[in-house]
């Protein structure tokens, strides 16, 4: 998952850090990506070198649920951060909610767990929305932990992406991980109610390579992993 380098790009293992630091942050946007707005991350995922794509569901109505494909760097060549992608987030937003008929001439680029990809690029250079007081709280609050949490340590596996996805009235969590032992993502299926418990053990497994108790659950990968297991009934292997 190396992105070819330009230029304007940054390079390959800074792309990589300014892609695993935004999945640990826009995690936390599962709960919501504005206030006053239910509207939730359901998935991020990088199926290409220098893009993103963030699933959203607006109010949780999965007749609404959409994504975005979202540059991992600016028009400038640095790296996109947190806070940019959450204005990409909010404008697209703002357009859906407001200017409806543009948000539904949007380009169409992909298709992420059922939910149409729209292209970003059509609305990224739009003025700015008025987020001073966001801004504020997003600096204090960073200030107070002194900096933003830290990723794993390098030759440790990493979530690279996540999905939330639902099956008959059930839910569970797709994580996305790359093990230093394996030459791709890993695709697992994980318990919502009981997977936290579960995920720091598993992740420590996948630093030393795929247990061989994986075997019998592994399934047909999707189109954004290499391999893909599914532990949902299985919090201890």
Known sequence: MTP???DTNPTGSEADHAYAALVRDLAALAMG???GSS???RAVVRPEPDALWVGVAPWNQLIEQYALRIPLSRSDGRPRGFEDVLLVLRRSESLRRHDRGRF???DTVGELHG???HDSGEFLDDPPLDMFQD???GTLLTAAFRGPAPL???GTTRLAGFAWLLDDETQWARLYLDSPTEAGTLGVDVDVAHGSDSVPDLMDRLDRGVPDAWSPHELTPDPFCL???DLRDQPRL
């Open 152 to 154: 794993p340590p390098d």
């Open 115 to 117: 939910m149409a990809v």
């Open 4 to 6: 070819s380098t330009t």
């Open 135 to 137: 801004a504020l709280r």
């Open 39 to 41: 509207a939730t991350v």
């Open 227 to 229: 391999r893909m297991f």
């Open 33 to 35: 990506i504005s206030p």
């Open 104 to 106: 539904d001439r949007l």
